[in-house]
């Protein structure tokens, strides 16, 4: 999964984006609200955290502009904003979370798996195609009950499978969401991440449609 983190405070920045990492996201992080905006409109995400007091834009006028440009993509505002009126105008310009700083980190991902959540129209806590089962809250695998041990990129791609059941997803789609600005990627790394999966969960699993992508849940 693929965020977008938009926030001038440079430590507070890396603790969260590390947190993040380790909670298997693939995160961008900008300090500008036109940095923001750039990468929005350059990658497909899956969520974006943006902080409010910005030092080019307003962090009210980067979600306006963000939601014109993407009117489903959930937005949690982070900011030390934390009166009524501050949240009620938050929500109303669109956002579909907000947390005031300070903050716990583990409440952040929780908002986040909420909104995401909700973005696809699914109310259940975990994902489940067949006989496998990903829980995002645990961060756990189980294939026919039983727990199985996945790296953290086969944990992102299992989860990125799961979240569009029924959907080819090309080579390209799967990068995109496997990996942040600047980090390398060797040419077969999506091959060899299904290739493991495969090994783990069973070889059916994952259908491969040459020349088009790979899915699950397919027909």
């Avoid at 993040?20 to 923001?36: F, I, M, P, Q």
């Avoid at 943006?50 to 502009?65: R, S």
């Avoid at 105008?89 to 956002?95: C, E, Q, R, T």
């Avoid at 995401?116 to 829980?135: E, K, P």
């Amino acid at each position: 999964m693929r965020l977008l983190l938009v926030e001038d405070d440079q430590e507070l920045s890396r603790a969260v984006e590390h947190a993040l990492a380790t909670e298997g996201y693939s995160v961008d992080a900008v300090s500008t609200g036109a940095g923001a905006l750039f990468l929005a409109g350059e990658a497909d995400y899956n969520a974006v955290v943006l902080d409010l007091g910005l030092p080019d834009i307003d962090g009210l006028q980067v979600l306006a502009k963000l939601r014109l440009q993407h009117s489903a993509l959930p937005v949690l505002i982070l900011t030390a904003r934390d009166s009524v009126e501050d949240r009620v105008g938050g929500l109303d310009a669109g956002a579909d979370d907000y947390l005031s700083k300070p903050f716990d980190i583990p409440e952040l991902v929780a908002r986040l798996r909420a909104v995401t959540r909700r973005a696809v129209g699914r109310s259940a806590n975990t994902l489940n195609v067949g006989d496998v089962t990903l829980d995002p809250a645990a961060h756990t695998v189980q294939c026919s009950g039983q727990v199985i041990e996945v790296s953290g990129k086969e944990y992102a791609l299992l989860h990125k499978f799961m979240e569009n059941p029924g959907r080819l997803l090309t080579k390209d789609q799967l990068e995109s969401s496997l990996y942040a600005w600047g980090e390398s990627i060797s040419s077969n790394a999506v091959e060899v991440y299904i290739h493991g999966l495969r090994k783990k969960i069973g070889k059916d699993f994952i259908k491969t449609v040459r020349g088009i992508g790979y899915g699950v849940g397919l027909e």
